[in-house]
């Protein structure tokens, strides 16, 4: 099983980025899949989830309205498209997959929102 995170970057308050993660070694068709971020000195945050099929999201309150979670099931891809970005969204951001019981995650992608 791997999750491999990638789109981060420095972006100006205000500017928009995307997110991505490509899975690989289970069924991603099969599997909810979420987003989390930490930042310095802080505890992981679960930025949003979104179910199998991708008919089902969901967002902390601190992003709802300005993220977007998607997935492309062929591509075995989640996205996480962030808009109107704070410079309090500055973290690294991580993919997660629960398999058989077990949580996977990426390497994380830093994202830091500063001018």
């Known amino acids: 099983v791997q999750v491999v995170e990638s789109g981060g970057g420095l972006v100006q308050p205000g500017g928009s980025l995307r997110l991505s993660c490509a899975a690989s070694?289970?069924?991603?068709?099969?599997?909810?899949m979420r987003w989390y971020r930490q930042a310095p000195g802080k505890v992981p945050e679960l930025v949003a989830n979104?179910?199998?099929?991708?008919?089902?999201?969901n967002y902390a309150d601190s992003v709802k309205g300005r993220f977007t979670i998607s997935r492309d099931n062929a591509k075995k891809t989640v996205y996480l498209q962030m808009n109107s970005l704070k410079p309090e969204a500055t973290a690294v951001y991580y993919c997660?997959?629960?398999?058989?019981?077990?949580?996977?995650w990426g390497q994380g992608t830093q994202v830091t929102v500063s001018s």
């Open positions: 997660n997959a629960v398999v058989r019981g077990y949580a996977y």
């Open positions: 070694g289970f069924t991603f068709s099969n599997n909810v």
């Open positions: 979104i179910s199998s099929l991708g008919d089902t999201t």
